[in-house]
Nanobody
Framework: QVQLVESGGGLVQAGGSLSLSCAAS????????MGWFRQAPGKEREFVAA????????YYADSVKGRFTISRDKAKNTMRLQMNSLKPEDTAVYYC????????????????????WGQGTQVTVSS
């Protein structure tokens, strides 16, 4: 059974940094795409960043481009999201997810296309 476990959330002041980690287990993750999504109270879950199996291709939402960096360690089945220059509007529950069939030009931002999700970790940015 696939398990995704996020860690690293917390409270930070605006302009600060946080690093989120996602540990994946339960099956082989070869050829999978992985991503980070977030959901603020009263809002729909939205795409933040995603990365290909090789790690050679990354995708970012416009709202985080230049501030967030996604990476993955294939050997350890882990994924990381480095978040810098955080803003109050980044406040949300952050989820990691895996897509075992990352096909099509927009697989990375399709919430319904991801097969497994973590339980989420809260990120709160104070102004």
């Amino acid at each position: 059974q696939v398990q995704l476990v996020e860690s690293g959330g917390g409270l930070v002041q605006a302009g600060g940094s946080l690093s989120l980690s996602c540990a994946a287990s339960g099956r082989t993750f070869s050829s999978s795409g992985m991503g980070w999504f977030r959901q603020a109270p009263g809002k729909e879950r939205e795409f933040v960043a995603a990365i290909s199996w090789s790690g050679g291709t990354t995708y970012y939402a416009d709202s985080v481009k230049g501030r967030f960096t996604i990476s993955r360690d294939k050997a350890k089945n882990t994924m990381r999201l480095q978040m810098n220059s955080l803003k109050p509007e980044d406040t949300a529950v952050y989820y990691c997810a895996v897509d075992f069939r990352p096909y099509g030009s927009s697989w990375f931002s399709n919430v319904k296309g991801f097969d497994y999700w973590g339980q989420g970790t809260q990120v709160t940015v104070s102004s």
